[in-house]
């Protein structure tokens, strides 16, 4: 179990006494039995004392809302399966674009995976904004990268996995198959997934080679987008909601792909694999009141959009900084004070810019403090039945919990998006309404289908589940 997580963790046995769980965004906690096991005996055991109230799986804990918590139930804290069992580096070599294979636990952290496979020229095919995320949530989530629009999501990647189910057995599934495409984004309500087989994205290093551009507005932010993220394996953009006016949607791109062992000085290709991320004090529990009000993150943004360069190419950066920058501040989602803070992502469908300008608009002129908004374009959709992307526009933020009219200022965005044909993200989701779901998730009704017939008595269940009728 990592540093940052917010539970108290209890083994098997004997009988956990009931804790607040939470998600990442400190919304909505509830009380829940928290099980730890240690291996897939115990897992199966586990789920067999969760029949009366239900259980669900639960990995780092970096789902904002409610996905891995269950009132008055058990949640299964699977971060004790921690074992990486067998790694083929054989298409590991520079040259290669096959990459290789491990098979590891679900409990396995990104972290974990990175500091085993960058020594073998490896590395995970999707990562997040964060690497404290366990496969099980990966693959429950269906996540997806800054590479998406080329790679896809990370379910795309799992050539199979281990689902306890809820009669107790445990099945190994395939892509290609319903329950695979159920599991794939389906919030662990299929089951607890044990263990997978993972494909793996060759590298000569650990460096990123970085480009950096400024974009003066929404409309040149998504030019450049559109012209040139083929170009890139990763692609995001920092976007400046608080700017407004011929402003509006202001942002910084930073694309990039792993750097050859050839753009390495020197100095750094005695160990071109070196993967020894900085970690920061945590952040102070207590915060001041209003340090993340307009005005100080309306300065914050300026100053940012100001520090980045107007265009910058082949700037070597780590890893850890291009794709985890606030890894190294632990447990920095207490800056949002005691309320917490919802993180909102939605994707609308290319074809749906006008919807997006609005959108854009809309918060800008809500005056939402979020320093934390990123823009970016997804790929073709995976085959997750829940799996949140499909090909569009996708643009997430950090709200702070108590800003005032926040809820129903969020409904009207939800129907904005609805009507465009899009979809919010479920694992960042703490307050969507369940009538909202199904026009965004169209193939609800298979999921729920083979819910019933899998797990006739609903024993997987989750404060999700129940909020949203999953
Ligand atoms: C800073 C930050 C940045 C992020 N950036 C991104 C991003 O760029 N892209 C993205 O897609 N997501 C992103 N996320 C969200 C995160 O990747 C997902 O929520 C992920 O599911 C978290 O994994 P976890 O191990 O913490 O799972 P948890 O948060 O503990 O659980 C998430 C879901 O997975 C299920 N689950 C967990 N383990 C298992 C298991 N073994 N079997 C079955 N189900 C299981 C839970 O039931 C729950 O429904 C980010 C989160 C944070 C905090």
């Given amino acids: 179990m990592h540093k940052g997580d917010t539970v108290t963790v209890m083994s098997a046995t004997p009988a956990p006494e009931s804790v607040s769980v939470s998600g990442w965004g400190r919304t909505a906690p509830s009380t829940a039995r928290v099980v730890r096991p240690r291996s897939q005996e115990e897992a199966v055991a586990a789920l067999r004392s969760c029949a009366e109230r239900g259980g669900i799986a639960r990995g780092l804990g970096r789902a904002y809302g409610d996905a891995a918590q269950n009132a008055g139930g058990a949640v299964l804290d699977m971060t004790g399966l921690d074992r990486v069992h067998t790694i083929d580096a054989t298409g590991a070599s520079a040259a290669s674009a096959a990459g290789?294979?491990?098979?590891?636990?679900?409990?396995?952290?990104?972290?974990?995976?990175?500091?085993?496979?960058?020594?073998?020229?490896?590395?995970?095919?999707?990562?997040?904004?964060?690497?404290?995320?366990?496969?099980?949530?990966?693959?429950?989530?269906?996540?997806?990268?800054?590479?998406?629009?080329?790679?896809?999501?990370?379910?795309?990647?799992?050539?199979?996995?281990?689902?306890?189910?809820?009669?107790?057995?445990?099945?190994?599934?395939?892509?290609?198959?319903?329950?695979?495409?159920?599991?794939?984004?389906?919030?662990?309500?299929?089951?607890?997934?044990?263990?997978?087989?993972?494909?793996?994205?060759?590298?000569?290093?650990?460096?990123?080679?970085?480009?950096?551009?400024?974009?003066?507005?929404?409309?040149?932010?998504?030019?450049?987008?559109?012209?040139?993220?083929?170009?890139?394996?990763?692609?995001?953009?920092?976007?400046?909601?608080?700017?407004?006016?011929?402003?509006?949607?202001?942002?910084?791109?930073?694309?990039?792909?792993?750097?050859?062992?050839?753009?390495?000085?020197?100095?750094?290709?005695?160990?071109?694999?070196?993967?020894?991320?900085?970690?920061?004090?945590?952040?102070?529990?207590?915060?001041?009141?209003?340090?993340?009000?307009?005005?100080?993150?309306?300065?914050?943004?300026?100053?940012?959009?100001?520090?980045?360069?107007?265009?910058?190419?082949?700037?070597?950066?780590?890893l850890s900084a291009f794709f985890h920058p606030l890894d190294g501040v632990p447990h920095w989602n207490r800056v949002y004070g005691r309320g917490g803070f919802v993180q909102y992502q939605f994707v609308v469908g290319y074809g749906q810019e006008e919807t997006l300008r609005r959108i854009v608009r809309r918060i800008s002129a809500h005056r939402c403090p979020s320093f934390l908004a990123v823009l970016k374009r997804f790929g073709e959709a995976g085959a997750g039945w829940l799996s949140f992307p499909v090909p569009g526009w996708t643009l997430a933020l950090d709200i702070p919990a108590g800003l005032p009219g926040l809820g129903p200022f969020l409904d009207e965005l939800d129907e904005e998006v609805a009507g465009a044909g899009g979809r919010v993200y479920l694992a960042k989701d703490s307050r969507l309404r369940p009538g909202a779901l199904a026009s965004m998730y169209p193939r609800l009704p298979d999921f729920r289908a083979l819910r019933r017939e899998l797990d006739p008595n609903s024993l997987f269940r989750s404060d999700l589940s129940r909020r949203l009728g999953l």
Wanted: with cysteine.
């Fill in 100 to 318: 290789g294979t491990v098979v590891c636990d679900a409990g396995v952290s990104l972290h974990h995976l990175m500091e085993v496979l960058l020594p073998l020229g490896l590395f995970v095919p999707v990562t997040p904004g964060t690497r404290y995320v366990t496969v099980g949530g990966a693959i429950a989530a269906d996540i997806h990268g800054k590479n998406h629009h080329v790679s896809g999501s990370f379910a795309h990647h799992v050539l199979a996995l281990d689902l306890l189910t809820a009669d107790g057995t445990v099945r190994t599934v395939e892509p290609g198959t319903p329950l695979f495409d159920a599991t794939a984004g389906g919030m662990g309500l299929t089951g607890v997934i044990l263990s997978a087989t993972l494909r793996l994205h060759p590298v000569e290093t650990s460096l990123m080679a970085v480009d950096t551009e400024r974009a003066a507005d929404l409309d040149d932010l998504m030019a450049r987008l559109t012209a040139t993220d083929h170009r890139y394996r990763y692609s995001v953009a920092w976007i400046d909601l608080l700017a407004r006016g011929a402003a509006t949607g202001r942002a910084v791109l930073t694309r990039g792909d792993h750097a050859p062992l050839a753009a390495l000085p020197d100095r750094a290709r005695t160990a071109p694999l070196a993967f020894r991320p900085r970690r920061l004090p945590p952040a102070p529990r207590f915060v001041p009141e209003g340090l993340l009000g307009r005005r100080s993150v309306g300065l914050f943004n300026e100053l940012w959009y100001r520090k980045a360069p107007r265009s910058r190419t082949g700037e070597l950066q780590k």
